[in-house]
C-alpha cells in the first residue's frame, strides 16, 4: 500500500503537513510502509488481529448475546507525537492533574473554592458523582485521583484541547500496552531506528504507585484489583493488569468486612487486604454507604476506608471532579490554585443551566455537540452537524427539562491519523488518552490511547460506537536523556 | 490463593476431563457400532445419555437414541450441561475468571480449542469424519494437561488443577467401564467370541489403555480389563492411580503428611483410596461390578462436596452471616 494520493483534505492530519509531506518525525515510518511488498501490510493486519483474538484480548458488547466477546478493530499505523507537543501535553497534564486533585481535597475539605465564589455550592451539590459521605475524610497522602485517563483532541489548527477528565475508572491502558507488543512484532526495524518512548513500565509503575497508598512502614501489603467480573466490559483489562502486577484479582464476593478490616476469603481462611485498585463505581462499591441493591459490592468496605484501615484507589468520590458541568470550571479552578494560567486548553463549553448559555444552545443546536453531564462512552450525546432534526427537538426537549444535565460545546475538527481502509489510506479522525499515575510524583505514561473512529468522517471514538484503536508513538526529544524503548527494564509480557 | 479461585481452576480441570472423556465415549461407541454385524442402535447408544448425562433432558428433545441424535447430543447440544461444547464452554469461561493466575499459554490453549470447536460446526466433521474430529479433540486436552504441567508453577493453584482433572477423570472411567460391561457383556454366551475381543479391545483403546493393557496381561478378559481399570498402580486412567494423584495434590495443598488427614476431604479420599488398596478384583465382581461402581460413585461424591466445604466455602465467622442475608 502507498500513500501516494494520500488526501489531508481540510483538517489536520497527525502524520503529514498540510502539503502533503510526511511530518519530520514520521517520515522513517511512512517509508518503511512504502518498502513493505504489495499485500504485506494487510497479511501483518490480519496477523495482528489473529493474535488478539487468540490472546483473547476483547471487549463485551453490552446487549450482544450470541459473541459477547469482540476483538476491538485496531489499526496498525500509529500515530506519532513530537517531542515539542508531549512536552506540552505533559506539562499541561501535570498541571490539570495537581489542580484538580488539590479541589477533590478542598471540595470534601473546608471548600474555600466554594465559599471564595469561584466555584457555585449548587453546581457541586447537584453533581450525581458528588459523594456527601466523604466530607471530613483524608486519604492518604491526601491523594483522590490516584489514576486517570484524560481525553485529548486536537482541532484543525493544530490546538490540544482537554475533552475530558477521567477520574473514576478510566479504562484502556491495556491496549496501550498490548497494541504497542503488537507493533514492535510488526516494525522492529523502526522501534531500533526510532527513539520510540517505552510505556512496558506502566504496571511497574502502577504496583508502586498503589503499594505507596498502603499504611506506612507495611512491607509488603495485600494489593487487590476490584472488578465486577467477567461480564463487564473492561474485564480483560482488569485481569490482565492484575496480572502484571502480580497482585490478586477479586470480586466484591471475595471480600468481607470482618474486625473492622477488609479481608479476602482464601483457601486458607480470610487474609487481611490492604489497597484496593477498584474498577467498580462509586455506586456499587458498598451497599451500606452508596447503592443498597448492589450485588458488586463489599458491605461495610466505606467505613473502613474513611477509617483508614484500606486504601482505595480512585478514592470514592472523584468522580465530581469529572462532572462535565464541573469540567468548565477547570481553567478557573487552575487559576484558583495557581495563580496561573492553564497550559491546556479547554473546548469552550456552553453550560446550559446558564440562562444565556441555555439561549445559545437552543438557537444553534445544529452546529454544536451535545452532551449529558454524567454520562460517558459516546451515550447520550447529540452531535448537531450530523442530526436529524428530530433528534435536535428531543435534545431541546431534554434540555429545557433538566438544564444542569447538560452541556453544549462547538464541534471540534479532531485531527486525524492515515487508517488502513478498502480504498487503501484514508484519514480518520482520532482522541488521545494518556494515562497519568499520581503518587509520590506524577507520571505521564509517555504514549496512550490512540482511538480511532473507523467509519468515514464519524467524530465518535467509543468503543461501543464503532471506533479503534492505534499505538501511539511518543518520539523521545534528542536532547534530553530519556530512555529508549530498547533500553528500558523490560515488563515479561503475556 | 482465593477461595473463588481455587473453584474457578479446579472446575476448569475438571470440565476439560469431562469433555475430553466423553469425546472417549463416543469415539468407542463409534468404533463398536462399525463391528456390529447386526446394530441395535437404541441398545448401543442409550446407556450412554444415561451415564454423561439426564436421560429425561434427551427425551425431551430428541426422540430416538440412535448414533445421530446421541451424537449431537453429547458434542453440539448447548442445552445439554453435560455435551463436548457446554463443557468446553464452561472450562472457558473458569479460565477467562482466573486468567491472571493461570499462564497465558493455558488460557490461550483453552480459548483456542473453543474456538476450533465453534469453527467446526460450520463443516460439521462430527458427522462427515468423526474419527478425525474426536482425536483431534483429545489431542487439543492433551496439549492442555502438557501445557499446564510445563508452563504453571507447581504450587496451590496447579494443585487445584491436578485435583479436580484426577476426581473426575476417576468418575469418567468408572462410569466408561461401568457401560461397557453392561454393552459388552448382553450375554453369558458373548463370552470368549472373537467379537467380544473386539469389543473389549475398543473399549481400552477408548482410554487410551490397549497397549499398556497388553504389557501387562496376555490374555483379553472382562476380569482382566475390570482389574486393569479400578486396581492398576501405575496406568494413569487407572481409578486407583487416579486416587493416589489426588490424594498427593490434597496434601500439597494442605501441607499434611501423608496418610494422616488434617480436613475433610483429605479424610474421606483417604478412606476411599483404602477401600480400594485393599480390594481384589474377584471380590469385586463376585457382589457386581455395577453396583460396586454405584457405590464407587457415590462416595467420590461425597469426596467432591468435601472438597467444596474445605477449601471453596470459605464463610467469614458469625457476623458475616447477617451482612450476607443484608445484601440479598
Given at each position: 500500500?502507498?500513500?501516494?494520493?494520500?488526501?489531508t483534505?481540510?483538517f489536520f492530519?497527525e502524520?503529514f503537513?498540510?502539503?502533503?509531506?510526511?511530518?519530520?518525525?514520521?517520515?522513517?515510518?511512512?517509508?518503511?510502509?512504502?518498502?513493505?511488498?504489495?499485500?504485506?501490510?494487510?497479511?501483518?493486519q490480519?496477523?495482528?488481529?489473529?493474535a488478539?483474538?487468540?490472546l483473547?484480548?476483547t471487549?463485551?458488547v453490552?446487549?450482544?448475546?450470541?459473541?459477547?466477546?469482540?476483538?476491538?478493530?485496531?489499526?496498525?499505523?500509529?500515530?506519532i507525537?513530537?517531542?515539542?507537543?508531549?512536552?506540552?501535553?505533559?506539562?499541561?497534564?501535570?498541571?490539570?492533574i495537581?489542580?484538580?486533585?488539590?479541589f477533590?481535597?478542598?471540595?470534601?475539605?473546608?471548600?474555600?473554592i466554594?465559599?471564595?465564589?469561584?466555584?457555585?455550592r449548587?453546581l457541586?451539590?447537584?453533581?450525581?458523582?458528588y459523594?456527601?459521605?466523604?466530607?471530613?475524610?483524608?486519604?492518604?497522602?491526601?491523594?483522590?485521583?490516584?489514576?486517570?485517563?484524560?481525553?485529548?483532541?486536537?482541532?484543525?489548527?493544530?490546538t490540544?484541547?482537554?475533552?475530558?477528565?477521567?477520574?473514576?475508572?478510566?479504562?484502556?491502558?491495556?491496549?496501550?500496552?498490548?497494541?504497542?507488543q503488537?507493533?514492535?512484532?510488526?516494525?522492529?526495524?523502526?522501534?531500533?531506528?526510532?527513539?520510540?518512548?517505552?510505556?512496558d513500565d506502566?504496571?511497574?509503575r502502577?504496583?508502586?504507585?498503589?503499594?505507596?497508598l498502603?499504611?506506612?512502614?507495611?512491607?509488603?501489603p495485600?494489593?487487590?484489583?476490584?472488578?465486577?467480573?467477567?461480564?463487564?466490559?473492561?474485564?480483560?483489562e482488569?485481569?490482565?493488569?492484575?496480572?502484571?502486577?502480580?497482585?490478586?484479582?477479586?470480586?466484591?464476593?471475595?471480600?468481607?468486612?470482618h474486625?473492622?478490616?477488609?479481608?479476602?476469603r482464601?483457601?486458607?481462611?480470610?487474609?487481611?487486604v490492604?489497597?484496593?485498585?477498584?474498577?467498580?463505581?462509586?455506586?456499587?462499591?458498598?451497599?451500606?454507604?452508596?447503592?443498597?441493591?448492589s450485588?458488586?459490592?463489599?458491605?461495610?468496605?466505606?467505613?473502613?476506608?474513611?477509617?483508614?484501615?484500606v486504601?482505595i484507589?480512585?478514592?470514592?468520590?472523584?468522580?465530581?471532579a469529572d462532572?462535565?458541568?464541573?469540567?468548565?470550571?477547570?481553567?478557573?479552578?487552575i487559576?484558583?490554585y495557581?495563580?496561573?494560567?492553564?497550559?491546556?486548553a479547554?473546548?469552550?463549553?456552553?453550560?446550559?443551566?446558564?440562562?444565556?448559555d441555555?439561549?445559545?444552545?437552543?438557537?444553534?443546536?445544529p452546529?454544536?455537540?451535545?452532551?449529558s453531564a454524567?454520562?460517558?462512552?459516546?451515550?447520550g450525546?447529540?452531535i448537531?452537524?450530523?442530526?436529524?432534526?428530530?433528534?435536535?427537538e428531543?435534545f431541546?426537549?431534554?434540555?429545557?427539562?433538566?438544564?444542569?444535565?447538560?452541556i453544549?460545546?462547538?464541534?471540534?475538527?479532531?485531527?486525524?491519523?492515515?487508517?488502513?481502509?478498502?480504498?487503501?489510506?484514508?484519514?480518520?479522525?482520532?482522541?488521545?488518552?494518556?494515562?497519568?499515575?499520581?503518587?509520590?510524583?506524577?507520571?505521564?505514561?509517555?504514549?496512550?490511547?490512540?482511538?480511532?473512529?473507523?467509519v468515514?468522517?464519524?467524530?465518535?471514538v467509543?468503543?461501543?460506537?464503532?471506533?479503534?484503536?492505534?499505538?501511539?508513538?511518543?518520539?523521545?526529544?534528542?536532547?534530553?536523556a530519556?530512555?529508549?524503548?530498547?533500553?528500558?527494564?523490560?515488563?515479561?509480557?503475556? | 490463593?482465593?477461595?473463588?479461585?481455587?473453584?474457578?481452576?479446579?472446575?476448569?480441570?475438571r470440565?476439560?476431563?469431562?469433555?475430553?472423556?466423553?469425546?472417549?465415549?463416543?469415539?468407542?461407541n463409534l468404533?463398536?457400532?462399525?463391528?456390529q454385524?447386526e446394530?441395535?442402535?437404541d441398545?448401543?447408544?442409550?446407556?450412554?445419555?444415561?451415564?454423561?448425562?439426564?436421560?429425561?433432558?434427551?427425551?425431551?428433545?430428541?426422540?430416538?437414541?440412535?448414533?445421530?441424535?446421541?451424537?449431537?447430543?453429547?458434542?453440539?447440544?448447548?442445552?445439554?450441561?453435560?455435551s463436548?461444547y457446554?463443557?468446553?464452554?464452561?472450562?472457558?469461561?473458569?479460565?477467562?475468571?482466573?486468567?491472571?493466575?493461570?499462564?497465558?499459554?493455558?488460557?490461550?490453549?483453552?480459548?483456542?480449542?473453543?474456538?476450533?470447536?465453534?469453527?467446526?460446526?460450520?463443516?460439521?466433521?462430527?458427522e462427515?469424519?468423526?474419527?478425525?474430529?474426536?482425536?483431534?479433540?483429545?489431542?487439543?486436552?492433551h496439549?492442555?494437561w502438557?501445557?499446564?504441567?510445563?508452563?504453571?508453577?507447581?504450587g496451590?493453584?496447579?494443585?487445584f488443577?491436578?485435583?479436580g482433572?484426577?476426581?473426575?477423570?476417576?468418575?469418567?472411567?468408572s462410569?466408561?467401564?461401568?457401560?461397557k460391561?453392561?454393552?459388552?457383556l448382553?450375554?453369558a454366551?458373548?463370552v470368549?467370541?472373537?467379537?467380544?475381543?473386539l469389543?473389549?479391545?475398543?473399549?481400552?483403546?477408548?482410554?487410551?489403555?490397549?497397549?499398556m493393557?497388553r504389557?501387562?496381561?496376555?490374555?483379553?478378559?472382562?476380569?482382566?480389563?475390570?482389574?486393569?481399570?479400578?486396581?492398576?498402580?501405575?496406568?494413569?486412567?487407572s481409578i486407583?492411580?487416579?486416587?493416589?494423584e489426588?490424594d498427593?495434590?490434597?496434601?500439597a495443598?494442605s501441607?499434611?503428611?501423608a496418610?494422616?488427614?488434617s480436613?475433610?476431604?483429605?479424610?474421606?479420599?483417604?478412606?476411599?483410596r483404602?477401600?480400594?488398596?485393599?480390594?481384589?478384583?474377584?471380590g469385586?465382581?463376585?457382589?457386581g461390578?455395577?453396583?460396586?461402581?454405584?457405590?464407587?460413585?457415590?462416595?467420590?461424591?461425597?469426596?467432591?462436596?468435601a472438597?467444596?466445604?474445605t477449601?471453596?466455602a470459605?464463610?467469614?465467622?458469625?457476623?458475616?452471616?447477617q451482612?450476607?442475608?443484608?445484601?440479598?
Amino acid at each position: 500500500m502507498s500513500f501516494h494520493g494520500y488526501q489531508t483534505d481540510q483538517f489536520f492530519d497527525e502524520l503529514f503537513e498540510r502539503d502533503g509531506k510526511p511530518r519530520a518525525g514520521a517520515q522513517a515510518l511512512i517509508d518503511r510502509i512504502e518498502q513493505l511488498a504489495e499485500g504485506e501490510l494487510a497479511r501483518r493486519q490480519n496477523a495482528a488481529e489473529a493474535a488478539l483474538m487468540n490472546l483473547g484480548v476483547t471487549f463485551a458488547v453490552y446487549g450482544d448475546e450470541e459473541g459477547t466477546e469482540k476483538i476491538w478493530p485496531f489499526d496498525l499505523v500509529p500515530r506519532i507525537v513530537e517531542p515539542h507537543d508531549w512536552e506540552h501535553i505533559e506539562t499541561g497534564l501535570r498541571q490539570r492533574i495537581e489542580a484538580l486533585n488539590l479541589f477533590l481535597c478542598d471540595i470534601y475539605g473546608e471548600q474555600r473554592i466554594i465559599n471564595d465564589g469561584v466555584v457555585p455550592r449548587g453546581l457541586i451539590e447537584s453533581a450525581t458523582a458528588y459523594r456527601p459521605q466523604c466530607m471530613g475524610v483524608r486519604p492518604p497522602n491526601d491523594a483522590w485521583c490516584h489514576i486517570t485517563g484524560t481525553d485529548l483532541v486536537r482541532g484543525g489548527d493544530g490546538t490540544i484541547y482537554v475533552l475530558e477528565d477521567n477520574l473514576r475508572c478510566p479504562s484502556g491502558v491495556s491496549y496501550v500496552l498490548e497494541n504497542r507488543q503488537l507493533l514492535k512484532r510488526t516494525f522492529p526495524r523502526l522501534f531500533a531506528d526510532l527513539a520510540i518512548r517505552p510505556v512496558d513500565d506502566y504496571p511497574i509503575r502502577l504496583r508502586d504507585m498503589l503499594q505507596q497508598l498502603a499504611p506506612t512502614g507495611m512491607y509488603d501489603p495485600v494489593i487487590t484489583v476490584l472488578t465486577p467480573g467477567i461480564y463487564n466490559s473492561a474485564y480483560f483489562e482488569h485481569s490482565y493488569l492484575a496480572q502484571q502486577m502480580g497482585v490478586e484479582l477479586v470480586e466484591g464476593r471475595d471480600l468481607v468486612v470482618h474486625d473492622g478490616c477488609v479481608m479476602m476469603r482464601t483457601t486458607r481462611g480470610l487474609t487481611r487486604v490492604d489497597v484496593i485498585y477498584r474498577r467498580i463505581d462509586d455506586d456499587f462499591l458498598d451497599p451500606l454507604a452508596f447503592r443498597e441493591d448492589s450485588m458488586l459490592g463489599v458491605p461495610g468496605l466505606f467505613d473502613v476506608w474513611k477509617q483508614g484501615r484500606v486504601a482505595i484507589a480512585n478514592a470514592p468520590g472523584t468522580g465530581v471532579a469529572d462532572d462535565k458541568v464541573v469540567y468548565a470550571y477547570v481553567p478557573d479552578i487552575i487559576r484558583y490554585y495557581f495563580d496561573t494560567e492553564p497550559i491546556l486548553a479547554n473546548v469552550p463549553t456552553y453550560l446550559c443551566w446558564r440562562e444565556s448559555d441555555r439561549k445559545y444552545v437552543l438557537d444553534h443546536l445544529p452546529e454544536l455537540v451535545v452532551k449529558s453531564a454524567d454520562e460517558s462512552g459516546g451515550y447520550g450525546m447529540l452531535i448537531g452537524p450530523q442530526a436529524t432534526a428530530a433528534a435536535c427537538e428531543e435534545f431541546a426537549r431534554r434540555i429545557a427539562a433538566n438544564p444542569r444535565k447538560y452541556i453544549a460545546q462547538p464541534v471540534i475538527d479532531l485531527s486525524r491519523v492515515p487508517t488502513i481502509t478498502e480504498n487503501g489510506f484514508e484519514g480518520r479522525h482520532v482522541d488521545l488518552r494518556p494515562y497519568i499515575l499520581y503518587g509520590d510524583d506524577i507520571h505521564v505514561l509517555p504514549g496512550g490511547l490512540t482511538r480511532v473512529a473507523l467509519v468515514k468522517d464519524s467524530l465518535v471514538v467509543n468503543s461501543s460506537q464503532g471506533g479503534g484503536s492505534k499505538d501511539t508513538w511518543v518520539l523521545a526529544d534528542p536532547k534530553s536523556a530519556a530512555p529508549r524503548n530498547g533500553l528500558s527494564h523490560g515488563v515479561k509480557h503475556a | 490463593m482465593l477461595s473463588r479461585v481455587a473453584d474457578a481452576i479446579y472446575w476448569l480441570s475438571r470440565y476439560i476431563e469431562r469433555a475430553e472423556n466423553i469425546a472417549r465415549f463416543v469415539d468407542v461407541n463409534l468404533h463398536l457400532a462399525l463391528d456390529q454385524a447386526e446394530p441395535d442402535e437404541d441398545r448401543q447408544w442409550a446407556p450412554l445419555v444415561a451415564v454423561t448425562g439426564d436421560r429425561s433432558d434427551f427425551s425431551e428433545r430428541y426422540e430416538v437414541a440412535n448414533q445421530k441424535t446421541v451424537v449431537r447430543f453429547l458434542t453440539y447440544d448447548r442445552a445439554n450441561p453435560n455435551s463436548i461444547y457446554s463443557c468446553l464452554w464452561a472450562a472457558r469461561e473458569n479460565a477467562r475468571s482466573v486468567r491472571e493466575v493461570i499462564s497465558s499459554e493455558m488460557w490461550e490453549q483453552v480459548n483456542r480449542s473453543l474456538i476450533m470447536l465453534r469453527d467446526a460446526q460450520t463443516y460439521n466433521p462430527v458427522e462427515t469424519d468423526p474419527a478425525a474430529f474426536f482425536s483431534h479433540f483429545r489431542e487439543a486436552c492433551h496439549l492442555f494437561w502438557g501445557i499446564t504441567d510445563a508452563t504453571m508453577t507447581h504450587g496451590e493453584p496447579w494443585n487445584f488443577a491436578r485435583l479436580g482433572r484426577m476426581l473426575e477423570r476417576a468418575d469418567k472411567t468408572s462410569r466408561i467401564l461401568d457401560v461397557k460391561y453392561f454393552i459388552i457383556l448382553p450375554t453369558a454366551d458373548y463370552v470368549g467370541s472373537p467379537y467380544d475381543n473386539l469389543q473389549w479391545v475398543a473399549l481400552l483403546k477408548s482410554i487410551s489403555g490397549y497397549e499398556m493393557y497388553r504389557k501387562c496381561y496376555h490374555d483379553i478378559s472382562p476380569d482382566h480389563v475390570a482389574e486393569f481399570l479400578l486396581l492398576n498402580d501405575e496406568f494413569p486412567r487407572s481409578i486407583r492411580f487416579c486416587l493416589a494423584e489426588a490424594d498427593q495434590a490434597l496434601h500439597a495443598i494442605s501441607g499434611w503428611r501423608a496418610a494422616a488427614f488434617s480436613n475433610r476431604a483429605e479424610q474421606q479420599l483417604g478412606r476411599l483410596r483404602s477401600e480400594l488398596a485393599y480390594a481384589d478384583v474377584d471380590g469385586i465382581l463376585a457382589g457386581g461390578l455395577h453396583q460396586y461402581l454405584d457405590r464407587f460413585q457415590a462416595k467420590l461424591n461425597g469426596v467432591g462436596n468435601a472438597v467444596f466445604d474445605t477449601f471453596f466455602a470459605i464463610q467469614p465467622i458469625r457476623r458475616q452471616t447477617q451482612m450476607g442475608s443484608l445484601t440479598q
